[in-house]
């Protein structure tokens, strides 16, 4: 295999990787608005306690998934655009593209898919801490109450600001 035919294969794969998590990133979305409410109901229909008192850490787990897909496609396109697209002289490759000023606005998919994730995130996890809180008050009493509300409040706050941090737009 000669330098071409490798640097081909390299960026079919690293684009056919991207394509696959783009749809895992999706699926995570579509998963994280069905299992959430889904996990409440057979919760309470089958009186799983752990289940609705766990719900706001469920919530963070598919956060964290959508992190790691996310993070995933930024690391193939940032190979591609310094280790690929830089191989090749006289043009300007998809990733170099994305990264240019100009009024396609090119990133504003990748934006506003990352605002929808967090919006669907901050209304999960306070609705989830919300529930959670409100059985642990009826079960429990008011001062387990106030120390499960403290603490995933504090978790929510805390991964929030990493979420936030931690999803990248764009490969530079």
């Known amino acids: 295999m000669n330098w071409a035919e490798f640097t081909k294969s390299e960026y079919d794969t690293l684009r056919k990787e991207i394509e696959e998590s783009k749809n895992r990133l999706f699926q995570t979305m ?3 608005l069905v299992v959430v409410p889904g996990s409440h109901f057979l919760a309470q229909a089958y009186k799983l306690d752990t289940v609705t008192l766990s719900l706001p850490l469920l919530v963070v ?6 992190l790691a897909e996310l993070n995933g496609i930024m690391r193939c396109g940032r190979y591609i655009r310094h280790h690929i697209e830089t191989r090749v002289s006289g043009i300007v490759g998809w990733e170099s593209w994305l990264e240019t000023t100009n ?3 090119t990133r504003s998919v990748d934006k506003y898919l990352s605002y929808a994730f967090c919006l669907l995130f901050l209304v999960y996890f306070v609705g989830s801490v919300f529930i959670a809180s409100r059985f642990a008050f009826d079960a429990y009493g008011v001062l387990i109450a106030a120390v499960l509300l403290g603490s995933y409040t504090a978790i929510g706050f805390w991964f929030l600001v990493y979420l936030l941090k931690n999803s990248p737009v764009s490969t530079s």
């Open 61 to 66: 787990v598919v956060a964290l998934i959508y």
């Open 30 to 32: 579509g998963f994280g």
């Open 103 to 105: 009024a396609f606005h």
